[in-house]
């Protein structure tokens, strides 16, 4: 069975500075994908940044990153130079195989907020 | 291009109701996926699909019934509504990238 754990319920962070989310994650399946999404107080859910367990560099989008060490099964989320509309829930997911549908593993978020 | 839709946004039901959810999508995407949320918890895959007239279990789909007639829409049906089902719905689609995207949520509270 696949989890993922993110152990930091919430996180501080004033803003233009960088923050790291953490997420790792269990699971026996050789071919798989990392996702962070954010939800904001409005709720819907946003996509931000993919790495696949075979890519060798670190996914990189604007001012996210994704710290991926595949060694450690962890793949934390670094958004440089934090703003105030980045206060937010983060969530940190994996999919299955496409055999197995693809489906999405969430954990169970981060709280950020961005102090001014 | 209006991506992920969901109707209701929001619904009120009575124990024993029914009631359909219903998820639409415009980018021609094979795979579709109902996710329900609960207070302070990630989301939980209840049913997806990965192709029109094909629909499988989740992780927890007890009290739940879905069908794709249509490439573009998934329903999720609720036969007999519970308090435990209260809860927000997210209807997902997926193409041939791996990113799944969303559709804005429902709502939805069974008293």
């Known amino acids: 069975a696949q989890k993922i754990t993110q152990t930091q319920p919430g996180m501080f962070v004033q803003e233009k500075e960088a923050v790291t989310l953490d997420c790792t994650y269990d699971t026996s399946d050789q071919s798989y994908g990392l996702f962070w999404y954010k939800q904001p107080s409005s709720g819907e859910m946003i996509f931000l940044i993919y790495?696949?367990?075979?890519?060798?560099q670190n996914a990189t989008e604007g001012r996210y990153s994704l710290n991926f060490q595949k060694a450690r099964k962890s793949a934390n989320l670094v958004i440089s130079a934090s703003q105030l509309g980045d206060s937010a829930m983060y969530f940190c997911?994996?999919?299955?195989?496409?055999?197995?549908?693809?489906?999405?593993?969430f954990g169970e978020g981060t709280q950020l907020t961005v102090n001014p | 291009n209006a991506g992920v839709t969901q109707t209701p946004k929001f619904r009120v039901l009575k124990t024993g109701q029914s009631m359909t959810l219903l998820c639409a999508q415009d980018m021609n995407h094979e795979y579709m996926y109902w996710y329900r949320q609960d207070p302070g918890m990630g989301l939980r895959l209840i049913h997806y699909?990965?192709?029109?007239?094909?629909?499988a279990k989740g992780e927890v789909p007890d009290g739940y019934n879905v069908s794709r007639l249509k490439k573009q829409n998934f329903l999720l049906g609720l036969e007999s509504a519970a308090p435990s089902q209260t809860s927000v719905y997210f209807c997902?689609?997926?193409?041939?990238?791996?990113?799944?995207?969303f559709g804005p949520g429902t709502r939805l509270l069974v008293l």
């Open positions: 997911a994996m999919n299955r195989n496409r055999a197995s549908g693809s489906r999405l593993t």
């Open positions: 790495q696949g367990s075979y890519d060798e």
């Open positions: 699909s990965v192709g029109e007239g094909t629909t």
């Open positions: 997902a689609s997926r193409g041939f990238q791996e990113t799944q995207y």
